[in-house]
């Protein structure tokens, strides 16, 4: 089982990244996915989730408007599309998920599997 996530980097306020959390080992397409950031000293925060289908999705208060999640289960890979970055969405991300839900939650624990995180920086 495996969540790669990839496609963080340095990037000025205003910029915008899309990062990209690829599965394998397990069945993707019955697991919701979120992405969850960690910034230093700071409590995990869960920023967006999708559902198994694509149908529901979720944003905090803080990236709605900004960031935008999707997937395609044809290729097994959850993106997080981030514009207008802020200094304060600096964090390492990570791509969690989870096959109990039908819908999905904003959670920062308890998922079932989690990728390594990338690293996302917004320099002002």
């Known amino acids: 089982v495996q969540l790669q996530a990839s496609g963080g980097g340095s990037v000025q306020t205003g910029g915008s990244l899309r990062l990209s959390c690829a599965a394998s080992?397990?069945?993707?397409?019955?697991?919701?996915i979120t992405w969850i950031r960690q910034a230093p000293g700071k409590e995990r925060e869960g920023v967006s989730c999708?559902?198994?289908?694509?149908?529901?999705?979720y944003y905090s208060d803080s990236v709605k408007g900004r960031f935008t999640i999707s997937r395609d289960n044809a290729k097994n890979t959850a993106y997080l599309l981030m514009n207008s970055l802020k200094p304060e969405d600096t964090a390492v991300y990570y791509c969690?998920?989870?096959?109990?839900?039908?819908?999905?939650?904003?959670?920062?624990?308890?998922?079932?599997?989690w990728g390594k995180g990338t690293q996302v920086t917004v320099s002002s």
């Open positions: 969690a998920s989870e096959g109990r839900l039908s819908g999905c939650a904003l959670k920062n624990d308890g998922m079932d599997y």
């Open positions: 999708i559902s198994r289908n694509g149908r529901v999705t």
């Open positions: 080992g397990f069945s993707f397409d019955y697991h919701y």
